[in-house]
């Protein structure tokens, strides 16, 4: 027996919530969300969702705490009106990049939000490219972990960019751009850096300089957050002859003064996802938002419809 569905945004990504709606052909369920005086949120959910197949749309990105707050109301609150199953949509999941402890005394955060979701009464997670692979074993429950990369492999090409070499810009980014390169039929190189604390990084040295010079470069990251390391390695790539330089990443965190640095970095195209809702004041006229509405409203239909959703994890 296939259940009703309806899906709920939260406020963290509206704009994305309304075009996968719109992917399956569906509105957005009403839901009434607002803040107290003092900073407590408050959730209503006004649409009978009994024995419903419920799907909660929000990313935990810029204000987390908010967000992710917001979404375990959301999932008390549908699980309390005896929905029939609740799936976290969550596109950006924060706290990502606390995924293991690195020292003593310090949290794993990411396990934490995992905990907490389950705790309030979520039964699968759908999401989009987690910063890690082991984030999915946090979980005792269902977890689909979606990669931009069929959308973004069909972008770069239409662009069809003469002599082009897929660059990450750090060791652990080398499968994304590996798959990437194979895809388009580029070279690879590597951007070897060293991180002397959170947010600042320092580039060492090219792995495969020699697919740089007099080439156009693509640089490839899961996310750009304070834009200092991709703006360093692009720094490096000029040095080392790099004629146009692109970059891509699927989640557009853009703390502090990330576009001021992506600006100055002179990119010929920064291609970025909606996984992330993005301010008006934060783009550039060179800026290109591909929406990941397909892939997850495609997703939503197949974990609805009890299908198989093994072929979108395409990296």
């Given amino acids: ?52 197949d419920v799907f909660l749309i929000q990313s935990t990105s810029n204000p987390a705490n908010d967000n992710i707050m917001e979404l375990l109301l959301m999932v008390d609150a549908a699980m309390r009106a005896s929905a029939q199953r609740i799936t976290a949509v969550i596109p950006y999941y924060g706290y990502a990049r606390q995924d293991r402890k690195v020292e003593p005394r310090v949290p794993i955060s990411a396990k934490l939000v995992a905990n ?70 580029a070279e690879l190189a590597i951007v070897d850096k060293r991180r002397p604390e959170p947010n600042k990084s320092e580039v060492m040295n090219i792995i495969g300089e020699e697919s740089v010079k007099n080439h156009n470069c693509i640089l490839i990251d899961d996310m750009i957050d304070t834009a200092g390391s991709i703006t360093q390695a692009a720094h490096a790539l000029r040095e080392n002859g790099a004629k146009d330089i692109y970059c891509i990443a699927t989640h557009a965190v853009l703390s502090e003064n990330a576009t001021e640095k992506l600006k100055k970095a002179d990119f010929k195209e920064i291609i970025l996802t909606n996984t992330i809702d993005i301010s008006e004041k934060k783009l550039l006229p060179n800026m290109k938002i591909l929406s990941m509405a397909p892939l997850f409203g495609e997703a939503i239909r197949r974990i609805h419809n009890g299908e198989s959703v093994s072929s979108l994890f395409v990296r």
């Fill in 116 to 185: 907490m979701l389950q705790a309030a009464g979520v039964d699968r997670i759908l999401t989009m490219e987690l910063h890690s692979d082991q984030i999915q074993g946090f979980f005792d429950i269902p977890v689909d972990n979606l990669f931009a990369s069929p959308l973004v492999i069909e972008y770069v090409r239409e662009l069809n960019i003469p002599n082009p070499t897929v660059v990450s810009p750090d060791a652990g980014g080398t499968e994304r751009a590996r798959f990437l390169a194979r895809n388009i039929g």
């Fill in 1 to 52: 027996m296939i259940y009703p569905i309806k899906l709920f945004s939260g406020t963290s990504n509206f704009p994305l919530a309304q075009e996968i709606a719109q992917y399956l052909g569906i509105e957005l369920s009403e839901i009434e969300i607002k803040k107290f005086k003092d900073g407590e949120i408050s959730v209503k959910i006004l649409e009978n969702v009994r024995s419903v």
